[in-house]
């Protein structure tokens, strides 16, 4: 079973254009966290939320976390190919010692 | 800055070989973690350690082993290799889990078993 689900599983879109990426939980998250990683590549962290309405923004990438906390969204304005990569979601339970991970986003943008 | 390194970056091994995967950090974190990253299907948490001395298991265990000796290195060890083992192996450190600390990931080990 995955305890995160992450959707959509692809994404191609023309540079240019915003997009959205979904991260689900059945359980109330403690904390959720988006990570990149680019093809071959380690992770890199991008944001970190732990509160219920949250809300954080970077450059371009805007992240959000649901009043119960159970879901958190991805948005990218103005895409560029510079943003394309995998996007992960992360988290810790509120009950429970382990690290979950959704099972990826790709994002291809064309140019 | 180092962060977090693996070595080696890729292995090919023979079925029933064993091997160390090497994971190190100079940040001074007290959580380490080891996940395999199989294609569509994300990171999966193999072992961490909350600290020196302290290790738990994780999702998916069967086949692996570690050990924390220092607060720097958390090695993964393979005793008998199996082809269901081919992935990539990401370890990754924090200061603690619960208190809203990101990971630092190192940049990971291909590993493939013929």
């Known amino acids: 079973s995955q305890e995160l689900e992450q959707s959509p599983q692809s994404l191609i879109v023309q540079e240019g254009k915003n997009l959205t990426i979904n991260c689900t939980s059945s359980k109330t998250l403690y904390g959720l966290y988006w990570y990149k990683q680019k093809y071959g590549e380690g992770l890199i962290f991008l944001m970190m939320l732990q509160k219920g309405g949250e809300e954080k923004s970077h450059e371009k990438i805007t992240a959000k976390l649901d009043e119960k906390k159970q879901q958190s969204s991805l948005h990218i304005t103005a895409s560029q190919p510079s943003h394309a990569g995998i996007y992960l979601c992360g988290a810790d339970m509120v009950a429970g010692n382990q690290f979950y991970f959704g099972t990826g986003t790709s994002l291809t943008v064309i140019p | 800055n180092a962060g977090v390194t693996q070595t080696p970056k890729f292995r090919i091994l023979k079925i029933g070989q064993s091997m160390t995967l090497q994971c190190a950090q100079d940040m001074n974190h007290n959580y380490m973690y080891w996940y395999r990253q199989d294609p569509g299907m994300g990171l999966k948490l193999i072992y961490y350690?909350?600290?020196?001395?302290?290790?738990d298991k994780g999702e998916v265990p069967n086949g692996y082993n570690v050990s924390r000796s220092t607060t720097e290195d958390f090695p993964l060890r393979l005793e008998l290799a199996a082809p269901s083992q081919t992935s990539v192996y990401f370890c990754?450190?924090?200061?603690?889990?619960?208190?809203?600390?990101?990971?630092?990931f190192g940049d990971g080990t291909r590993l493939s078993i013929l």
């Open positions: 990754a450190s924090s200061y603690y889990q619960q208190g809203g600390q990101p990971q630092h």
């Open positions: 350690s909350v600290g020196a001395g302290i290790t």
